[in-house]
Structures are given as C-alpha cells and as structure tokens.
C-alpha cells in the first residue's frame, strides 16, 4: 500500500486534525485558530470561512441527495450514466477508466451492475469484488485499447 492518501505534514494540525468539527466547522475564533499557522491573508480567510458557512441551499441539496439514493437506479439508467460521462475523467480507486468502462460488453455492464446494485445505500462499494471479476486485460490501463 502507498502513502498516496496520507495527510502531508503541514496539513496534520488545525482544521485537517481528526477533532475538528466540519459539521459546524467550529466558531468562527476556532477556525482563524486552526489555521493560523498557514499565514492566509485575513479577507482570504474571511471569504474561506464565509463559504465554509454561508449554505442557503443545504436543507435542500441533502433532501435530493438522501432521495435519489433511496432506490437504486435502473440497469438502462446505469448505461446511460456511463456514457454520460467524459472518457477523459481520471481512472478510480480500481484503476478503471469511463473509456474502459465504455468498451465493456451488456453482459459486462450488467455483471458489475448485478454487484453494485447489493450495495447500493451502504457505506460498502463493493468495488474490489467488482475489480476481481474484471477480464485481466481490463484491470489496466496499459491493456487499454
């Protein structure tokens, strides 16, 4: 396993500790505190802590967000959302690409469909099983046509 996840030294303290609240995101005194030590311009740190606070529109996003995952969507709805997406996106924890995604086979698509569909509303992705029933050759992107 690489370190590439790890919190880099200079961001193990302040609003990046385990502690810190970003429910709340603290007082407004707790988070210039927290920060300090990166020596940001106050009107930055103001217009930061404004965004951090300011969501009008909070109630709202997690009413649809809590909505739409209620029920899983359909195997026509997953298609359509792979081919929605830009083939350019970075490759994902699994290291599978939407081109690579895109070139799957229906039996492929609704293989992977089949084991995410279990998942769906659970903190569990499912996504190293799904990685493991891949075809070698689509586990890489060196593979990739």
Same mark, same amino acid.
């Given at each position: ?30 988070? #210039? ?15 930061? /802590?404004?965004?951090? #606070?300011? #969501? ?32 350019? +996106? ?29 998942? /769906? ?9 799904? +990685? ?6 689509? +586990?890489?992107? #060196?593979?990739?046509?």
């Amino acid at each position: 396993m690489n370190n590439y996840h790890s919190t880099p030294l200079r961001h193990q303290n302040g609003i990046h500790q385990s502690g810190w609240n970003w429910q709340t995101g603290g007082t407004k005194h707790d988070f #210039t505190n927290s920060i300090q030590h990166h020596n940001i311009p106050t009107h930055l740190t103001d217009t930061i /802590w404004k965004a951090m #606070t300011d #969501t009008p529109k909070a109630s709202t996003v997690h009413t649809e967000l809590s909505t739409i995952f209620e029920s899983p969507p359909s195997f026509e709805d997953f298609c359509n959302a792979i081919n929605a997406k830009k083939p350019q +996106k970075a490759e994902g924890l699994t290291g599978t690409t939407y081109a690579m995604v895109k070139c799957w086979s229906p039996a492929m698509k609704q293989l992977v469909y089949e084991n995410i569909i279990p998942s /769906w509303g659970t903190k569990h992705t499912g996504m190293v099983e799904i +990685k493991n029933t891949l075809p070698k050759t689509k +586990k890489s992107r #060196t593979h990739h046509p």
